[in-house]
């Protein structure tokens, strides 16, 4: 030894770096330990990428179906309030079973609060009736209803426009028909002051909607849209006292914020109309557009919760699957473990390389795995005709999940490792 | 007392074996002296194993005392035992025990690495290392590709690499046939001429006789404690037939 025999050891010792290993040293001789048995690694790996891209695919799904739901019920107009005849749930009376209690005379006592809270009143009445044109024939659904329904039901024309408030007031028989029912009367004919003829009575096409597309439970696409007093005079069934009942009155708020107060005001009013003074005796109701989106979007949202814990769990597994492989792999390398430790390697140098093995083979499946999800969402969100709405969070939380995997399931195995005895090990075959 | 590398008073380690201790060591006294090369010899089962892995700092002893280089090493907990026995001591075994995955000179790298010493360092140490064994050139080898006589000149090269007070070795030409052995106990010899202080654990008198001194072991009791001058005298590099031409198998 160059400089043993004249130095005393302790004082050899304490000019030197009585310094730990590396940490970076410990990255190197964990990755060189996965990278000697690849397949391992990869099937070890497996389980936490299909784990996270679970996690992240099905959260992803479950946000676009809750975006979707969203955002057709919001086409539908955004703060609004439905007016609608019946009346709460109660006893054995199945809620929505529709009673014809809403009256013209209740929408225009709405109208004439000229409440500065009210961007739009739509009132609503409809029948299935028979349209021609020339020879060709269709059915469709009329509604009557205001001019503002354009902006309350966030109605678009494609040609022509929609009628106006005079058309209304002279009760002029006008028609703004969907692009469903321009279609079935005129092909490719411009439908623009055609006259076509609706039930008995003659109307002057004045607009055309565009595609709006079959949300399912109705299609707009068939509906043909006439002036409520047109309607209610010449189309409609007469109620028995003489004002025209309504199926609905959509009313739409200036502000979200104020809808509630709103809600409560013509809640109060359409009961002293109807001379009801006991909730429970109401024959309407009156729906909040924000309270059936949060009861939407917490029914979404459970299910994505739920998607999600499944998904959870196959991480679990994966977890579990790399603690098994880890805890061969101590057994595998006694021998290893025995020599570094003959070497100088202290049970915490072991312990942290045989973690960080671990943590890194459920890291980097976390991070394949979120490739996967976001690629597996995209597939899923298009075979459901849902958009993939992959969240930022999902990504982080189902990362940080693998890697806690890691470190939660490696610890074990680490730690028989690092508490192995030397020369039990360096004895082992 | 200063020239004592290893000292031994009355040492004694015994095993659990079904609830009765099984005594391994039953008292044994000796001391191994700075720049001197000895010999533990004795049957399987004497002890001489447990002895040896007693003074590599991989177990304690039950009871008596172990004086490390003056230091009292008895009852060290284990992490100050794995780093002491990084810095003081070299190991050498009988199956080399050379990390399979790693290079011949990341295998010398190893103890430093665990040391703390910066890579450049390490590197370096190492380098000089394998050169002093005669394999630089062998330097980017992993273990499969080398002879079982370059192997363990790897290990040797790897014990040396924190320049410790004390090289063990355990049956270091047990895996090798007679030549190559030779010619590792050649190395020893010349690296015992250089001022290591060795400790050869074999059960072959063949290979004591390459040391100066020989340790008898027998059922836990040091029986005999022998000097003798060297069978023959040290080939160093410079005799015509050196430790680093053998083998080539």
Known sequence: MKSGPDLPAGARRAHRRRGSLDPLEIVVISWRSIRSNVLRSALTTLGVVIGVAAVVALTAAGNGVNA????RITSLGSNLLTVTGGGPARGTRVRGAPRDTITLG??????????????????????NLAVKFGTSASYATVLGTWPDFQAVRNTEVAAGSFFTGADDTDARRVAVVGYQVAQDLFGGQSALGQRIRIGNLDFDVVGVLPDKGDSGFFNPNSQILVPLNTFVRRLHRNSPTGDPTLSSVYVQGARASELTGLQQDLTTLLANRHGKTDPSEYDFEIRNQADQLATLNSVTGTLTLFLGSIAGISLLVGGIGIMNIMLVSVTERTREIGVRKALGAKPRDILAQ????????SVGGGVLGIGAGVGLGRIAGHALQVPSRVMPQSILIAFLFAACVGIFFGFYPAQRAARLDPVESLRYE | MSDAVVLLEAVRKAYRLADEPFWALNGVSFRVRRGEMMALM???????TTLMHIIGLLDSPTDGRYLLNGEDVSHLSELDRAVLRNETIGFVFQAFHLLPRLSALENVETPLTYGGYPRRARRRKALEMLERVGLADKATSVPATLSGGQRQRVAVARALATEPTLLLADEPTGNLDTHTGNGIMRL?????????????????AEIAAYTSRTVHVRDGLVEADEAHPPRSPASGPEGGQGWWHEERS
């Open chain 2, 188 to 204: 020893f010899r010349a690296l015992n001429d250089e001022g290591a202080t060795i400790l050869v654990v074999t059960h072959e």
């Open chain 1, 68 to 71: 979707s739901v969203t955002e």
């Open chain 1, 354 to 361: 045989f973690l960080l093995e671990a943590t890194m083979l």
């Open chain 1, 106 to 127: 209740d929408a225009q006592a709405i109208r004439a609060l000229n409440d500065p809270r009210i961007a739009g009143i739509a009132p609503q009445v409809q029948s």
């Open chain 2, 42 to 48: 004795g049957p399987s089962g004497s002890g001489k």
